[in-house]
């Protein structure tokens, strides 16, 4: 049987945004050729080339590092602080104002639904800016100290998942607290952070104050151990994490990482059901799943493990998976050929290690990259499905019988960047929310963001946190 | 063009039918059984519901799609009047515009039925005779329900005896409030059968239960009581039908096929104006409960100036231009 | 002068609230600033630092769950403690550090005063490093600092008693546990140290103080899976590179040593604090 009501496609218009046929880097307020060969940026739902962009080498790197070291001295240190917030007021308005050019690049080069570029990813990106534009001139007053100064340059390196949002959760903080920035976007996804970069010429900023420059990891290594720049931020996984940690050892560079996770998302057996459901299919398949803080173990109690899988089976087969730029389209694409493949592989273990798995029927697009939702039941904690982040729209589902087995499970992992809960009992929420070792807790909601909220991990998804006043201190040396 | 991925999700895949449903036989068998039933019930989260609804809200519905919803709207409406000042002349207009809702266009589909007091009943079975368009009746001392109860079950009787096929009569809330469930839930069972053949719709008033919990139990307490449809509110009361309303409604009659096997139907009713509301509401329909509530023997739309737009806007459709207000009719 | 002939006392470690030797076995002598011996204390080995994670992280739950006013009053207790054996700590550290009585009493003093300091702060930390969180959205959010966990410490390895207690109060104060290398050259005072917080209301394993070689034990403690941060005050520069790096395989928290041993009369504030406190962040809808 087919669906009375078939949505006609609704596609949002491309025409909106002019995709340049090949970009540079942007240092010093201008776009510059890189040394490197350059890279090709591909839409991932079509595999459709977007444009070329230029590969920043050591040289290039360098070149940055120094711009911002001279705008650093001379331009955005000395400046106001009013008047810096005042630039960060003005590069909120134009993010406001361009939003649906963001909206339209974001997902072409990223392949997340249309939806949530325009509704999450490009409005919380203004909004970082609007918050931290205002701290600029308070900084007295963030419990710092009385005189908490900037660190200098630093040195930003950001992952694919959200380009855009990523880049607003670096830059801004680091601007409103005085640093100047030298940001590499990731290599699958660089177009918004070069729409950005023109945001900033719009802007009038100071060249020199913000650098973008493109590249794979090499690049991102140039940047970080650059002997100039004094404050490496990195968002990425924790094997990268690791090895950054590793070349900032020994230096005088502060260090922030968030990293990546294997959230629990508990529902116990008096939760708001409906809304759980909802929760968990937004916990795993926002964003394709391509998010640190996806609630990736469902941890469900056994009472109601049955009519919670049931339900949620039955929403998901609602999805709509398909073309990212269709105003409908709940699930886009995979954002590369890579990360496709290392989400068959670790389904691949679920599979042989026992777990049951679970797909919605239907068909996937010819071309690009796709992956059905999945959900893998009969799942035991020592499943490789349980215990690694897969970045990708799949869940495992495990049970638990008490709130002591809950928490237990929930925190038998090395990461601890986000949880969930859900129940109606107010005592219960407050006391596993106590117990959790986790960065972010989402009770009765989840995959909620905001810049007023820090963000970050407990053990191994990273330490230092963004967002809040808490997320200031990372861009400031206090003196207590 | 995105396409769900199952549309087999939400069919039904439960069996059998049974009028007293099984597994909740015993449920009303002292207030505080029933009590407990209720509150036991899942409790609905109000920001996650409203969540959903927003997002809901956000299809884009265009072109053929439109077109077939905006169809599927007007044949749906219970094209309503239930004013003080209404008049057998008044009904009658509103009859012979239920039959053809736009005079110019023959392919216009008739509404699903023109909703009265119940004195008016009679008009309006004689002006929409043969049309196969329903006559529904408001009873039970509509709107506030605040009479004994051998009243409303009198006013049932005449309205059923003037020629309604549909009753919507309105529970206690004030019973319902105070947690006197057995009483609501004995009121529609009596006005059920005093009904006869004619289909009963239970108006919750969920204006003034207020709570997203309390719908949901007010809706499993209608189901359980015989109703062959629940729906939103009288329009006498802000705030009338909204989305997240209508969601959890959805949500209930959904879970109540999956455990009883038997279907009832969801009318929201009050404050449902232009074509986008009306769009919206079918999307809710299509993504929580799917396709077989998307006709008018499960959904309902109790509105009067709704049917105005969706006209317009077909128009629109039809002739690629604009229309405005002189071009339907003034009710 | 008496002719009484002294009982000597055998120096040993403190691990998981007891006092055993090093599995080891191993022993090494400590002498006083002018090269006079002192002691034979316990030279604790890696598997010692082993069974120190373990102590440390079975006692994480009670310590950290424990009411931040409970932790105060424990605190102050510690101080009160050592207040009565000042004589004994004045004694140790003069030796040690080739001090002055007066010098060494005075650093005593700021000692048992630091310990004070801290265990004002432990129901502070919360109003003062949280949050409510004004979320654009029907939620209401906050924010609370948290212990990071089971935190390394290398004590500093001049300043064998203030700086010991500069370093070790304020991961006790954030609701850490401890596992401790002291001093190498001066490690009597953390002995006592031990002594004091086995009588005071310090639930055990809550610290474990091994003395000994930081370079021996270290990398094992930066490497340690179960170790959630690491202090570097004691640790040289070469191996603090290192260990930093080590650190690194399991994203620990480091705090980073300055090259020169600081003064440790300074106004410690927050810094000490915020290394090993964590902020998690709460969500939950607003509705009825």
Known sequence: MTSLFEYAPAPESRSIVDIRPSYGLFIDGEFVDGTGTPLKTVNPATEEVLSEVATAHEDDVDRAV??????????????????????????????????????????????????????????????????????????????????????????????????????????????????????????????????????????????????????????????????????????????????????????????????????????????????????????????????????????????????????????????????????????????????????????????????????????????????????????????????????????????????????????????????????????????????????????????????????????????????????????????? | MTHVLDPNALADTSSGTGTLPDPFADVTRSNDAFRAFLHGLPGVDQVGAEARAKVLGTRSIKTTAKAWAIDTAISMVDLTTLEGSDTPGKVRALAAKARRPDPTDPSCPAVAAVCVYGDLAGVAKEALAGTGINVAAVATAFPSGRASREVKLADVRDAVAGGADEIDMVIDRGAFLTGRYLDVFEEIVAVKEACGPAHLKVILETGELVTLDAVRRASWLAMLAGGDFIKTSTGKVSPAATLPVCLVMLEAVRDFRAATGRQVGVKPAGGIRTTKDAVKHLVLINETVGSDWLSPDWFRFGASSLLNDLLLQRQKLRTGHYSGPDHVSVD | MSDRLTVRKTYKLYLGGAFPRSESGRTYEVHDAKGHFLANAAWASRKDGRDAVVAARSAFGKWSGATAYNRGQVLYRVAEVMEGRAAQFTEEVAAGEGLSAAKARAAVDAAIDRWVWYAGWTDKLAAVLGSTNPVAGPYFGFSVPEPTGVVAVLAPQRSSLLGLVSVLAPVLAAGNTAVVVSSKERPLPAITLGEVLATSDVPGGVVNLLTGDAAEIGPWLAEHADVDAIDLAGAPAPLAMELERSAAGTIKRVLRAPAEEPDWTADPGLSRLRPFLETKSVWHPIGV
């Open chain 1, 66 to 480: 120094r711009a911002a070291r001279r705008a650093f001295v001379k331009t955005w240190g000395p400046m106001r602080p009013a008047d810096r917030g005042k630039y960060l007021f003005r590069i909120a308005r134009l993010l406001q104002e361009r939003a649906r050019e963001f909206a339209v690049l974001e997902t072409l080069d990223n392949g997340k639904p249309i939806r949530e570029s325009r509704d999450v990813d490009v409005p919380l990106a203004a909004a970082h800016f609007f918050y931290h534009a205002g701290w600029a001139d308070k900084l007295e007053h963030a419990g710092l100290g009385p005189a908490p100064r900037p660190l200098g340059v630093a040195g930003q390196v950001i992952p694919w998942n959200f380009p855009l949002l990523m880049l607003a959760w670096k830059v801004a903080p680091a601007l409103a607290t005085g640093n100047t920035v030298v940001l590499k976007p990731a290599e699958t996804t660089p177009l918004t952070a070069l729409l950005f970069a023109e945001i900033c010429q719009q802007a009038d900023l100071p060249p020199g104050v913000v650098n973008i420059v493109t590249g794979a990891g090499e690049t991102g290594r140039a940047v970080i151990s650059h002997p100039d720049v004094d404050k490496v931020a990195f968002t990425g996984s924790t094997e990268v994490g690791r090895s950054i940690a590793r070349a900032v050892a020994g230096t005088e560079k502060r260090l922030t990482l968030e990293l990546g996770g294997k959230a629990a998302n508990i529902v116990f057996d008096d939760a708001p059901i409906d809304q759980a459901v909802e929760g968990i299919v937004r916990g795993i398949f926002f964003n394709q799943g391509h998010v640190c803080c996806a609630g990736s173990r469902l941890l469900v109690q056994e009472s109601v493990h049955d009519d919670v899988v049931a339900s949620l089976q039955r929403r998901i087969g609602t999805l709509r998976v398909g073309d990212p730029m269709d105003k409908n389209t709940d699930l886009g694409a995979i954002n590369s050929a890579e990360q496709l493949a290392r989400i068959r592989e670790l389904t691949a273990f679920g599979e042989t290690e026992g777990a049951t798995c679970w797909q919605p029927d239907g068909d996937l697009p010819d071309r690009g990259f796709w992956f059905k939702p999945t959900v893998f039941t009969d799942v035991s904690p020592a499943h490789r499905i349980a215990r690694d982040e897969v970045f990708g729209p799949v869940l495992s589902v495990m049970t638990f019988r008490t709130p002591d087995e809950a928490v237990a499970k929930a925190n038998n992992t090395t990461y601890g960047l986000s949880a969930g809960i859900w129940s109606e009992k107010g005592s219960r929420i407050l006391k596993v929310t106590d117990q959790l070792r986790a960065g972010v807790v989402w009770a009765n909601t989840f995959n909620e963001f905001d810049p007023t909220s820090p963000f970050g991990g407990y053990k191994q998804s990273g330490y230092g946190r963004e967002g809040g006043r808490q997320g200031l201190a990372a861009y400031l040396r206090s003196d207590s």
